[in-house]
Each structure stands twice: as C-alpha cells, then as structure tokens.
C-alpha cells in the first residue's frame, strides 16, 4: 500500500504531458464532426473547474483534520459562484448570444445535456485526472486570486463575448460549426489559452 501513492504520483507527473494534447484531439475532432461552439468550449472550462472543486472537497472531508479546520463556507461556498457562472454562462453563450441561429442553438442543447460524446470523453478525462491522478503541486497552485482552471474561464468569458458579438454574429455563414476552418480558427484562441497556461503550470510546478 506504501508504494501505491508514489506509483500514482509518478503516473500523474507523466500524464500530465499529454493531457494537452488529448484535449487538442478530441476538440479538433468535435471540430471536423461539426460538433464545437464557443459555448462548448466554455462551458468545458466551467466543467473543469467545477470537477476540481468537488475533488477538493471530496479530499477536505475525507481528511478529518483538514475538515476540522475549515468552515462549511470554506468547504461548499465555491460551489454557490459556480452556480453563478453556470447560469450565465448557459443563458448568455447557450442561447442569447445564439439567438436566432438554430444551427448553434441545437449544438449547444446537445453539449448541455450530455449528447456531445467529444464533450463527454473530454470530461470523463478531467474526472479522472481530479480524482484519481491528483497532483498536489498543481492543485494548490493559484494565480493572484484565482485557481488556474478559474483564470482560464474568466478570460474564455471575455474573450468568448468579444468573439460571438465582433466575429460569429457578423459573418455567421463563415463561422457555424458545420463549416470546417471557420469553426478551427474560432477555438484556436481558446485552445492557445489553455497551451500558454499548460505551459506556464509546468514552468512552476
């Protein structure tokens, strides 16, 4: 049992070169399927953080002594601005942002209730990672103020709000998921974010 913690610390270490590249994969093939939006992005992001949060607490209170030294608050209240940022986020990039554009629309529905298989595996992956490949260092890991999966998503938010109204909304033909290079060139700043901060995580951990 002693030696159970190293191996999975070790298997972690090595993972994480190529959890990147995995993600990379599995968009860029919901990408040529015509199964990726801006919103499927974001709310992959959203996912991400909210996994890391459950393991977090999952952690908290399996360890008794870490549990009796934070508050309910400390342990659960995340998960009230989670709840925040989901609304928004499906409200906003799920449907408002969409209006109109049924196309975009259905795609999300799907993403939203789990009928995006892309979405699914990317998920499961994340999962796995937070549950079972946790890496210390990397979790107590913050930015000013904000957990490093937290940073991605406020600046995905912004950057996917400046996108949808500036790019998708005026040329909408170029840019809907069934058309192949416009969908590419829509995700690639958001797949560059999560390389630069991929990058970043591994130069400090």
């Given at each position: 049992?002693?030696?159970?913690?190293?191996?999975?610390?070790?298997?972690?270490?090595?993972?994480?070169?190529?959890?990147?590249?995995?993600?990379?994969?599995?968009?860029?093939?919901?990408?040529?399927?015509?199964?990726?939006?801006?919103?499927?992005?974001?709310?992959?992001?959203?996912?991400?953080?909210?996994?890391?949060?459950f393991a977090t607490i999952?952690?908290?209170?399996?360890?008794?002594?870490?549990?009796?030294?934070?508050?309910?608050?400390?342990?659960?209240?995340?998960?009230?601005?989670?709840?925040?940022?989901?609304?928004?986020?499906?409200?906003?990039?799920?449907?408002?942002?969409?209006?109109?554009?049924?196309?975009?629309?259905?795609?999300?529905?799907?993403?939203?209730?789990?009928?995006?298989?892309?979405?699914?595996?990317?998920?499961?992956?994340?999962?796995?990672?937070e549950f079972f490949l946790?890496?210390?260092?990397?979790?107590?890991?913050?930015?000013?103020?904000?957990?490093?999966?937290?940073?991605?998503?406020?600046?995905?938010?912004?950057?996917?709000?400046?996108?949808?109204?500036?790019?998708?909304?005026?040329?909408?033909?170029?840019?809907?998921?069934?058309?192949?290079?416009?969908?590419?060139?829509?995700?690639?700043?958001?797949?560059?974010?999560?390389?630069?901060?991929?990058?970043?995580?591994?130069?400090?951990?």
């Amino acid at each position: 049992m002693k030696n159970i913690n190293p191996t999975l610390n070790a298997i972690a270490h090595h993972y994480k070169r190529w959890d990147l590249l995995l993600f990379t994969f599995l968009t860029s093939l919901a990408v040529v399927f015509g199964q990726t939006t801006i919103f499927y992005i974001i709310y992959f992001f959203w996912w991400n953080e909210l996994i890391r949060i459950f393991a977090t607490i999952f952690r908290t209170l399996k360890d008794k002594n870490q549990s009796q030294n934070k508050t309910s608050v400390e342990i659960f209240g995340p998960l009230f601005m989670m709840g925040i940022y989901f609304v928004f986020i499906v409200v906003f990039f799920g449907f408002i942002a969409n209006w109109g554009n049924e196309e975009l629309t259905m795609v999300n529905l799907g993403i939203l209730f789990f009928q995006n298989w892309f979405f699914n595996i990317n998920l499961m992956i994340v999962a796995l990672e937070e549950f079972f490949l946790f890496d210390k260092a990397l979790n107590n890991s913050v930015i000013g103020p904000f957990t490093p999966s937290m940073l991605v998503l406020h600046i995905s938010i912004i950057l996917g709000g400046i996108l949808m109204f500036f790019v998708v909304k005026t040329f909408p033909d170029s840019f809907g998921p069934q058309n192949l290079w416009g969908s590419l060139l829509i995700i690639s700043p958001f797949l560059l974010l999560k390389f630069l901060m991929h990058r970043f995580l591994q130069s400090i951990t």
